[in-house]
């Protein structure tokens, strides 16, 4: 990460992503309220960008119910 001049937050453990089944990098996840994993998205680039937002919007959306 330093050696890139990455500077986004990255979880990396030993085993976890396996146990959490990440099937690829980047994977996105989104949280929702109450702390789960409302949505996963695997991949980068503008179509990603475009899914995330109207993802979290929707989740706004269900949380103001």
Known sequence: MEKRDYDFL???NDGYA????????PTTWVVDQEGRIAFDVLGGGQRVL?????RVEALLEDGND
């Open 18 to 25: 396996r146990e959490a089944g990440v099937m690829g990098y």
């Open 10 to 12: 990255v979880l990396w």
């Open 50 to 54: 475009q899914e995330l937002g109207w």
